[in-house]
């Protein structure tokens, strides 16, 4: 089968991946009058004079809108808002699936920071979190910054924060496949925006020491030219030996190489000059860095793709819909480390005695997965203190 074509027809024949549903009864006077006018305005002006009513008396308190100005999209690049739309409508439908959470996609006809920023916060009433999604680097930094402030409600950009638990949890397992430790490890991430930025800051905080990050240009460096902020703010921390060149190089005795990049920019000879029991993540979607069959066949020990259709797949989607439902649940004001680190660990051990060089995460569509992220997420937000319930 076509993947891809097929998808296309189906997405055609579907018109849609996720709809509204009437919770409540409106087929009579009675039900009218409670549900509608004139009932309704005892809650309205409940929550007049306690906003914070809003989380008990509507949907609020388990909605969550999936926003995107459609410049990052999957590997496309910027294809525009309405282009987004499908990925969007798939995030909803996960949310729902897997976290019970109705999300909602929202997609902004604007590039400008201010304008997104200030068109979220106008619409943050209506949601008991903010879910990012495919906004390209380096504006999405600001973007999430600036909301986390100013909001009250929790704010998750998923291409960085998602992709880097997700990625810890992977790597968890597979050092433990070939006998590693993490803090031992040497890892190159080729891909600088803001997922690749986002997992070297995570696992930095997670105690690895050594990490190298590369864009299209070669490695990031103190002193190189042409990076923006943020590729200048993760050279002060990385790249300890200051290795330069091109990601061939970097590659070199490397212990882990992710790719949160393009397509085929990896070759056999580069997976060989890696050290023994290399692990090797290719997640460019739809096309990876290196494909699972020719990473092995030059040595990897372990192979993960974003491919649904090979064994470890590393997707987001094992992270968001329990994140949010753990988050959701307490309240919380906010997602932070702890949170985060929380889910990778419960997706990293949900594997248990079942872990293989092929089985080092839960598959994506396995609800008791979720539901482990979403109660390790709820009591790490409590003992963090950011539970509001």
Known sequence: MNCRLESLKKHAEWRGKI???????????????????????????????????????????????????????????????????PVMEGKCALFKAYGGVDAFPICIKSKDVDE?????????????????????????FEIETRLKKELDI?????DQHGTAVVMAAALINAAKVVGKEL????IVINGAGAAGIAIAKYLLKFGVADIILCDKFGTIYEGAEGMNPAQTAMAAVTNKNCVKGLLADAMKGADVFIGVSAPNCVSKDMVKSMANGAIVFSCANPVPEITRKDALEAGAAVVGTGSS????????????????????????????FDMMMAASYAIANYVGEDLSADHILPLAY????HDAVAQAVAVAAAKSGVARK
């Open 309 to 336: 259709e090979n064994p470890n797949q590393i997707n987001n989607v094992l992270v968001f819909p329990g994140l949010f439902r753990g988050a959701l649940d307490v309240r919380a004001k906010d997602i932070n």
């Open 154 to 158: 929790p704010v998750f950009h998923d």
């Open 183 to 186: 803090s031992q490890l040497k």
């Open 116 to 140: 997104i920023v200030n068109t979220i916060k106008l619409i943050s009433g209506s949601f008991g979190g903010i879910n990012l999604e495919d906004i390209s680097a380096p504006r999405c």
């Open 19 to 85: 709809e509204t549903k009437v919770r409540v009864p409106v087929d009579s006077r009675e039900a009218l009058s409670l549900a509608y006018t004139p009932g309704v305005a005892e809650p309205c002006l409940a929550i007049k004079d306690d906003p914070e009513k809003s989380f008990e008396l509507t949907r609020r308190w388990n909605t969550v809108p999936v926003i995107t100005d459609g410049t990052a999209i999957l590997g496309l690049g910027d294809i525009g808002p309405e282009a987004g739309m």
């Open 366 to 369: 396995d609800k008791g997965a």
